[in-house]
């Protein structure tokens, strides 16, 4: 089965701290993905990484970095945290399957930030 | 730019079958279509995925015309279990769009 770990199920931090949210898979997927979720706005994209050092942005990427040092680990960072930034954060990883170009991601549990 | 239409909400009871229909505009021919289900305080997980006709799991059936332009998940005697966002994102190259998804609420 693929696993995909988040390093918290809850953190609270205040506003303008760094904030490093870790996500760990361990079935060698190539592609990475952060989005935040936030109640009626369904996911959204932040960042998502297909490889090694490569990152692009998504729908929302303001106020946001990412880091992918190694195949298994992609890093979100909020440079300063802010209030708005208050939701919960979901990692995914998934790997091309064959031709398509749709492939099936694979969740973590999920980081419930809180900036007070 | 694809993009999906579901409804939602839904409200069912237990025993019922319940059918999900998403509209695909503008899909892509290399695209397969997958749905998710997701619990509250938990990510969202793979349910089943197809790229034409119907695909069958231990949970669900899809079912995809030859337009491929909709599809309809099929959840056969639902219990309260089932209750959860159901999504059906369109693909593009190496990512998913996930929108609002279906508010699934089965009753006693």
């Known amino acids: 089965d693929v696993k995909v770990t988040q390093s918290s199920r809850y953190l609270v931090k205040r506003t303008g701290e760094k904030v490093f949210l870790e996500c760990v898979q361990d079935?060698?997927?190539?592609?990475m993905f952060w989005y935040r979720q936030d109640p009626g706005l369904g996911l959204r994209l932040i960042y998502f990484?297909?490889?090694?050092?490569?990152?692009e942005k998504g729908d929302i990427p303001e106020g946001y970095s990412v880091s992918r040092e190694k195949k298994e680990r992609f890093s979100l960072i909020l440079e300063s945290a802010s209030t708005n930034q208050t939701s919960m954060y979901l990692c995914?990883?998934?790997?091309?399957?064959?031709?398509?170009?749709?492939?099936?991601?694979?969740f973590g549990p999920g980081t419930r930030l809180t900036v007070l | 730019l694809a993009k999906t239409t579901q409804p939602i909400s839904m409200d069912s009871y237990e025993g019922q079958e319940v059918n999900i229909t998403c509209s695909h505009n503008n899909i892509a021919t290399n695209d397969y279509i997958t749905w998710y289900q997701q619990f509250p305080s938990q990510g969202p997980r793979f349910i089943i995925q197809g790229y034409k006709t119907k695909v069958t799991n231990e949970v669900a059936s899809l079912f995809i015309p030859a337009d491929r332009k909709s599809s309809t998940l099929s959840l056969p005697r639902v219990s309260l279990s089932d209750t959860a966002v159901y999504y059906c994102p369109p693909g593009g190259y190496n990512k998913l769009i996930f929108g609002a998804g279906t508010r699934l609420a089965v009753h006693p």
């Open positions: 079935m060698d997927h190539e592609n």
């Open positions: 990484s297909y490889d090694v050092k490569m990152k």
């Open positions: 995914a990883s998934s790997t091309p399957v064959g031709l398509a170009d749709t492939d099936t991601q694979y």
